[in-house]
């Protein structure tokens, strides 16, 4: 059983930058983890994922921009977020891929706009 807690969420303007953490309650070490948003609205999807091997996967609406990363040691996965705009609005979260129900967090809110 993991617990998840994200943070860093923030408001931010067009264009802006925010990088946000995903901090384990265990090992993560052999797992592959993502990054999940939920738009106002809209159903909860996966936007990037980090496989135990390192290799990366992105959603075609966030390539190029975002980036994810993870730390074994520090039980930590985060989310570089560059470039960002409105359509980026959203609650961000991390759980495991594919996602256990249990592992869902409260997540972290991301707001862009000027």
């Known amino acids: 059983q993991l617990q998840l807690v994200e943070s860093g969420g923030g408001l931010v303007q067009p264009g802006g930058s925010l990088r946000l953490s995903c901090a384990a309650s265990g090992s993560i070490f052999s797992i592959s983890m993502g990054w999940y948003r939920q738009a106002p609205g809209a159903q909860r999807e996966l936007v990037a994922r980090?496989?135990?091997?390192?290799?990366?996967y992105y959603a075609d609406s966030v390539k190029g921009r975002f980036t994810i990363s993870r730390d074994n040691a520090k039980k930590t996965v985060y989310l570089q977020m560059n470039s960002l705009e409105s359509d980026d609005t959203a609650v961000y979260y991390c759980n495991v891929v594919p996602p256990t129900t249990d592992y869902w967090g409260k997540g972290t809110l991301v707001t862009v706009s000027s």
């Open positions: 980090i496989f135990s091997d390192s290799n990366t």
